[in-house]
């Protein structure tokens, strides 16, 4: 017999969805923010020569400014006050995670100090973003400073400096209240529906991209390749994203009162994609950044002893052996390194011996923990595998016909594959707590009237 939840979702049709009017007010909030961040990436900061800025751009859209570009929806080529989109805010939640790990006071915080705990540790999460965002935007200030005919002459360059922290650590803060207001009063995770909208924007010019290079050269056949690539590559991901493992937990009889209580079964589900879109996403900035500081130097300026260097980094350029080579290791790499930080089998272990759950067959406590870590040691091999297929198989087919847009990357799609899965959820569980509070309205009314 189907459970009441798979009853309810049974029963979601478009008329469910109509009488669903506070699901309507968190699309529309959703969507009224997301507009409001895009107006935004077009908006530069104060001092900047668009059109020289433009032309500099194109020359190092290669290196992480592309990828970081990809992020902010094309703010970062107009400069605007967005460039720095959720990024220090990403960096900043990563490091505390980390540090929650390793670090005793705040691994007290996460595992004893409940709702207060976490309230702090978010806490923390914002200070540290601050201090990124006024790190990378004075960075980015003297660097467009010392770059000739970038910034007009007119302005003094304290004040250009001044005003730009302002406006980019202004612009990053935004985001960040932006993104809790989605997830708070909208549908789905505000930070990451933020760089989703900026992935998106970036989508229709690559497109059409691929539409203009087939019309000039007359051969359709790569643009068929790429679009039955994408179509896999999303079923792929669709699929694996919502595969698990779930692991049996029985739950013994035991005695209050005078009557007995407990004896249920529940599942621990453990997903083959622990770590989501992080790997990619640190494997593809640590290995754009020497690309990025080359663009920066005069090879003819370097000593002897770093002649080694322009070809090694020419060879880290999208498409080329060396760099699938490091990038596929360096996914496989963080693959295990966040999944370990943000699983923890002893823990996992010491909470069911603790609620008085155990796995059939295995003993509660050291046994119980190191079975979890053998089967999650093995999902995250499939895990690490699959997310290494996604991101190199289009990084392979860009690098044959000539293109590295990055919103048609592996990583751009395993992005807003994933954030629409989770956005879709959402909102099917407020359609679910609507249909559920629909049918405890009309079971009240029929007691009420069986009263009378």
Known sequence: MASAAEQLAANMNFGSFQKATEL?????????????FRLGT???????????????FAGQSKGILGMFNMFSGGAVERMAIFSLNVMPYISASIIVQLMGSVYPPWEKLK????????????????YLAVILALVQSFSIAVGLQSQPNLVYSELPGWFFVLSTVVSLTGGTLFLMWLGEQITSRGVGNGVSLIIFAGIVAALPR????????????????????IFVLAVAVIFAIVFMERSQRRLLVHYPKRQQGNRMVGGDS?????????????????????????TTAMQFLNPANLPNWAQWLP????????GQPLFMASYAGLIIFFSFFYTSVVFNPDETAENLRKYGGFLPGIRPGKRTAEYLDYVL??????????????????????????????????TSILIVVTVTMDTVAQIQS????????????KSKLRGGRGGR
């Open 266 to 290: 529940s599942f621990l589900p453990l997903k083959i994609n622990t770590a989501g879109v992080i790997p990619p996403i640190f494997a593809s900035s640590l290995l754009l950044l020497p």
């Open 377 to 410: 040691t093995r999902l995250t091999v499939i895990g690490a595998a699959y997310i290494t297929a996604v991101c190199l198989f289009p990084e392979i087919l860009m690098g044959a016909l000539g293109n590295k847009n990055f919103a048609l990357g592996g």
């Open 111 to 126: 595992k004893e100090g409940g709702e207060a705990g976490r309230k702090t540790l978010n806490q923390y999460t914002r």
């Open 430 to 441: 407020h359609l679910l707590a609507h249909q559920y509070e629909g049918l405890i309205k």
């Open 42 to 56: 077009y908006v530069p900061i104060p001092g900047i020569n668009p059109d020289a800025f433009a032309s500099a």
């Open 24 to 36: 309507h007010k968190r699309i529309w909030f959703t969507l009224i923010a997301l507009v409001v």
């Open 311 to 318: 070809p090694v980094v020419g060879a880290m350029q999208h």
């Open 206 to 225: 690559g497109l059409g991209q691929l539409f203009v290079t087939a019309q000039n050269t007359g051969n359709y056949f790569p643009l068929m390749v």
